[in-house]
């Protein structure tokens, strides 16, 4: 049964990016995380951050400008979900290895307490970061 609601809340195919896209960046517009999720369309995005905002997962700001200006950020329930998107992102990472190139190597112990060890945002931030540099990782697959 978690595992269901955890699907109904965060499933799909672009809610767990959009989360990831806003670990990069503390608070985006619209058009900018648009722009970082490669495929996404407007529509797809508008639905998505409504249902991940009556989640709590996401706050919408706006802000009195002419014309009005949005941001989007995570809340600090939405933060808990690093340890989720690092553990994805490391399976993905070492998946694509194994098509790829035939290896073998399973996530160790050690693998996973560095997934554990993230207790901070920057500290999540920082490790996608340097995977980021070692390979593009192709968004919607």
Known sequence: MPIRDTLD?????????????????????????????????????????????INDLVKREVFNTAPPTVEYSLTEYGQSLKYVIAALYNWGAQHRERMLHGSDHILSS???????????GAETKAMFQAKKKKEKVLVGE
């Open 9 to 53: 809340v965060v499933g799909g195919k672009w809610k767990l990016i959009i989360v990831q896209a806003l670990f990069f960046h503390e608070k985006r517009r619209f058009k900018e995380l648009q722009r970082d999720i490669e495929g996404i369309t407007s529509r797809v995005l508008s639905a998505e951050l409504k249902q991940l905002e």
């Open 110 to 120: 050690a693998d996973m307490e560095n997934v554990e060890g993230c207790t901070e």
